[in-house]
Structures are given as structure tokens and as C-alpha cells.
T-cell receptor, first 113, second 112 residues
């Protein structure tokens, strides 16, 4: 089985500052990794994913995440955050041989003007 | 191609009543997942279904909760004899074989 740990439940950061949201996973098999974003009162939207290939993946709105197999991590980063990035961010993992997705408890990113 | 459709968006039930939550997956998707999000908590996996089959229900409470995904029609999450602790947002997601899951807008259940 797979599991995900997001150590930071809340991360406040000033506008235009960099941010890192941490995600660690555990799995006995190879994994796919995902970051989802949830804006208030909405469903989850896929932000980016790692399936194979390059360990650094990027989203269209400036976020990136790096798969680090030795540290079992998939931290999400953005060099300069915007007010509109305020949301809940969820890291998720699935085994490559299965479809099931397991989520972390989420990190609430609050961007302060 | 419409996204994952969940209805109703908001549902109010009195204690002891039944709640039925519906999820229509994206066209072509045969995998459906249900998650529950309690206030101030993350998403908790409940059940994973393919057409007419329950693949993994390890996150489903043992009593009062059931789910189905019939050959025709939406997936249904059914909660019998609801209690206040069932109040939460319930999210459905769908996917094709081994691809990312797409989420619906959720159903917010309030038990009064």
C-alpha cells in the first residue's frame, strides 16, 4: 500500500516570495506522483504529475516538483507566489500497477499581500 | 466532453434519513473513486469501483455506507441512517486505465 505525508498543514508566505510545500511518500512499489490544487468550495484540479522520465515536472502556472526517489519526496516549489495561488494543495500517490490514488492531508497555502 | 458531474451539489438530511450521492464519470472513464473531506481535514479514500465491480472498499465505514457503479448510469454513494458525523464534502473522481483522476465539484452533505 502507499501513503503520503504532508508535514505542513499551513504555509503563509508573502506575495512574490518563494515557497516550498513538502510531500513525502512511502511505497513498496514504483509510484506515480501528483499534486492537486483545491480552491475554496471547488473540487480538485490536477496541478502536475510525475509518471516517468524527467524527475522535474512543471505546471503551466509556474509551479514545479521534483521526484527524489532516494528521499521518497515530491516537494512542490514556486519561485514567486501570487495572491491567486492561495489554495489547498494535496499531494497524491498511486502504485504504477494500480489505479488507486492516496492523498496527503493537504497544505493550505496563504499568500499575504 | 463534460467533466465529472456530481449531484446534488448540496444536500441536507435529517438524522436517520438516507443520503444518495450521484457521480457521472467523464465519457470513456470506467474507473470511479469516492473520497470524503471532513472540515479542516484532507481527503480520505473511501472506495474504488470499476463498472459493476468494487475494486477496493478499504476506506468505507463498515456500516451504513455502500457504493455501486452499475453498467448503465451514474455511480451512487449511499449513506443510510445519516448521523451528524457524516456531514462532509464527498468528492468523486474518474479515470481511464492508469491515468490521472479528474474530480467533480463535490457534494456537500449537511446532517441536521
Amino acid at each position: 500500500a502507499q501513503s503520503v505525508t504532508q508535514l505542513d498543514s499551513q504555509v503563509p508566505v508573502f506575495e512574490e516570495a518563494p515557497v516550498e510545500l513538502r510531500c513525502n511518500y512511502s511505497s513498496s512499489v514504483s509510484v506515480y506522483l501528483f499534486w492537486y490544487v483545491q480552491y475554496p468550495n471547488q473540487g480538485l484540479q490536477l496541478l502536475l504529475k510525475y509518471l516517468s522520465g524527467s524527475t522535474l515536472v512543471e505546471s503551466i502556472n509556474g509551479f514545479e516538483a521534483e521526484f527524489n526517489k532516494s528521499q521518497t519526496s515530491f516537494h512542490l516549489r514556486k519561485p514567486s507566489v501570487h495572491i491567486s495561488d492561495t489554495a489547498e494543495y494535496f499531494c497524491a500517490v498511486s502504485g504504477t500497477g494500480a489505479n488507486n490514488l492516496f492523498f496527503g492531508t493537504g497544505t493550505r497555502l496563504t499568500v499575504i499581500p | 466532453n463534460a467533466g465529472v458531474m456530481q449531484n446534488p451539489r448540496h444536500l441536507v438530511r435529517r438524522r436517520g434519513q438516507e443520503a444518495r450521492l450521484r457521480c457521472s464519470p467523464m465519457k470513456g472513464h470506467s474507473h470511479v473513486y469516492w473520497y470524503r473531506q471532513l472540515p479542516e481535514e484532507g481527503l480520505k479514500f473511501m472506495v474504488y469501483l470499476q463498472k459493476e465491480n468494487i475494486i477496493d472498499e478499504s476506506g468505507m465505514p463498515k456500516e451504513r455506507f455502500s457504493a455501486e457503479f452499475p453498467k448503465e448510469g451514474p455511480s451512487i454513494l449511499r449513506i443510510q441512517q445519516v448521523v451528524r458525523g457524516d456531514s462532509a464534502a464527498y468528492f468523486c473522481a474518474s479515470s481511464e486505465e492508469r491515468t490521472e483522476a479528474f474530480f467533480g465539484q463535490g457534494t456537500r452533505l449537511t446532517v441536521v
